[in-house]
């Protein structure tokens, strides 16, 4: 490259990107080289796997992974690839099986990866079984946290719960919404944008935005009678350490966790009322009130985004280029949720995060105007990111998670150079 990726300037309050590192194909494979290939990545939720044999199959990181239930209650990611002649094994996204056949040869594998049967198996030595070469092949580490199953191509990497630091207490936060356990709601979301991932990262906890780019979301609910409250847009971002980051704030909108808003009316008022009660006899008053009252976006590096706002989702995205990228999302939700607060709960997620609500086309459509003028980048060479920096302790619509990610995202990237 020929700027330098990242400007710092404590003197001044400057922090500057180059532009060059959204658009340059060489920074795209450094980072799944030392990006996506080492950290912990989320993989799947302890909720989608209740008997054995539940399974999710998923594209992370460029590849092809198999997470099942195994007959023992064990959790096992495996690459979802036959190790005879490289077929995918399971096609399926998600289901319940006893066993999986690849297609191609008819090999047999167990929910424990293990090779239970193959066509012609007497052409096949007795320690080929015995010693495993059939058997599937297992991802370097999985772990769990809070409910939030993640995976790591890096044998060496860290324990999880070092990699995630601070970012602990806030899944601690999410688990502790239910007394019987945070369950993902049926069904997922998948959409692409020709962008770069990192812009979604930035976009993703990025306060300043919001009063501009979704103002006609904000002008539906104040057109809508009722669905505000007299709550201001107002709270802190925080550095949770090792590149994650976190927005916690008030804001005017309804949380079926447990703020109520008039449109509800008096009976969503009692039932709302019951959820808080509920919190404060299991958590206490106070940490009941940060729950129900305060809105998180969570950036957990390096592209898993939590929004607990006025519902709560989980966001994964990866690039297949330097210009594109492809992004799933889950809806997440405590198990017993009555009918009533699950309406409203799926209501906010799809009238506002989903691809068809207000955000998501504002910010796609932001974020490709942005590639778009990346084009310039040898007259315009750096994007800013300075805000908050002349402050001790920066708003939620400052800069500073940005700069956090990007300052992770730089020791990473320059490791071993």
């Known amino acids: 490259m020929g700027n330098q990726i990242v400007l710092v300037d404590e003197s001044k309050h400057l922090y500057k990107v180059s532009r060059e590192s959204f658009i340059s194909n060489e920074v795209f494979e450094k980072e799944y080289e030392k990006i996506f290939d080492t950290c912990w990545l989320y993989a799947a939720?302890?909720?989608?796997?209740?008997?054995?044999g539940d399974f999710v199959a998923r594209t992370i990181a460029r590849r092809n992974i198999l997470i099942t239930k195994s007959n023992t209650g064990e959790i096992n990611a495996f690459f979802n690839t036959c190790?005879?002649?490289?077929?995918?094994?399971?096609r399926d996204k998600s289901g319940n099986a006893k066993t999986f056949q690849c297609f191609y040869h008819?090999?047999?594998?167990?929910?424990?990866?293990?090779?239970?049967?193959q066509p012609g198996s007497d052409s096949y030595s007795k320690e080929f079984v015995e010693e495993g070469y059939g058997n599937l092949i297992k991802v370097p580490k999985i772990a769990t946290y809070a409910g939030f199953i993640f995976i790591t191509f890096n044998e060496d990497a860290?324990?999880?719960e070092d990699y995630l630091a601070g970012a602990k207490e806030y899944l601690d936060m999410i688990a502790s919404q239910s007394p019987s356990g945070m369950a993902i709601v049926d069904g997922s979301q998948e959409y692409a944008i020709r962008a770069n991932w990192k812009l979604l990262v930035e976009n993703s906890v990025d306060g300043y935005h919001a009063v501009s780019t979704h103002a006609t979301y904000l002008e539906y609910l104040k057109n809508t009678n009722g669905s505000l409250n007299s709550v201001a847009l107002n709270g802190k971002s925080y550095n949770l350490g090792n590149g994650h980051a976190v927005l916690e704030y008030t804001a005017p909108w309804g949380r079926p966790i447990a703020s109520w808003i008039p449109l509800w009316g008096e009976?969503?008022?009692?039932?709302?009322?019951?959820?808080?009660?509920e919190l404060v006899e299991r958590l206490g008053e106070e940490t009941a009130e940060r729950i129900a009252e305060k809105n998180r976006n969570i950036l957990i590096f390096p592209n898993l985004v939590i929004n607990d706002i006025m519902a709560l989702t989980l966001r994964t995205f990866y690039p297949t280029s330097p210009d594109y990228m492809v992004v799933n999302g889950w809806a997440l939700a405590p198990k017993e949720e009555s009918e009533w607060a699950r309406k409203y709960r799926l209501s906010?997620?799809?009238e506002f995060l989903g691809p068809g609500g207000f955000a998501t086309p504002d910010d796609v459509e932001a974020l490709e105007s942005c590639q778009n003028g990346f084009k310039n980048f040898k007259h315009v060479p750096y994007s800013d990111i300075s805000k908050g920096m002349n402050r001790e302790s920066p708003s939620y619509d400052d800069e500073l998670q940005m700069r956090v990610f990007?300052?992770?995202?730089?020791?990473?990237?320059?490791?071993?150079?």
């Open 158 to 160: 860290e324990s999880l």
């Open 267 to 277: 009976d969503g008022k009692q039932k709302i009322s019951d959820i808080r009660q």
């Open 106 to 117: 008819g090999w047999v594998f167990g929910c424990d990866g293990k090779l239970k049967n």
């Open 83 to 90: 190790p005879h002649r490289g077929a995918t094994v399971c």
């Open 348 to 350: 906010n997620f799809l």
């Open 406 to 417: 990007w300052s992770q995202w730089k020791e990473r990237i320059s490791k071993g150079e």
């Open 45 to 52: 939720h302890e909720s989608e796997f209740n008997k054995s």
